[in-house]
Nanobody, 114 residues
């Protein structure tokens, strides 16, 4: 399984970005897909997850601002990020979780500043 994340960039506070993560090399529907983020010197923080159901969960810090979706036909998971704040600045990672373990994609950097 491989994950390819994209969509990061610079945005002003209050702006929006959409991250994408393309899944390949496995059966997408078997995996719960998650987004994490990490800033230098800190541990990786869980942001949101979506099962194949799809059942969605969000960290309190992004609830109401971020939306995670998955397209099982395109084997892609998205993270729509609205009302971005400087505190959302981080490298964002997608993750594919199954009973057999975790797969990580490369990070995509999101910078929120004026």
């Amino acid at each position: 399984v491989q994950l390819q994340a994209s969509g990061g960039g610079w945005v002003q506070p209050g702006g929006s970005l959409r991250l994408s993560c393309v899944f390949s090399g496995g059966i997408f529907s078997r995996f719960t897909m998650r987004w994490y983020r990490q800033t230098p010197g800190n541990e990786r923080e869980w942001v949101a997850s979506v099962t194949s159901g799809p059942r969605k969960r969000y960290a309190d810090s992004v609830q109401g601002r971020f939306t995670i979706t998955r397209d099982n036909t395109e084997r892609t998971v998205y993270l729509q990020m609205n009302s971005l704040e400087p505190e959302d600045t981080a490298t964002y990672y997608c993750n594919a979780n199954s009973p057999w373990g975790d797969i990580w994609g490369q990070g995509t950097l999101v910078t929120v500043s004026s």
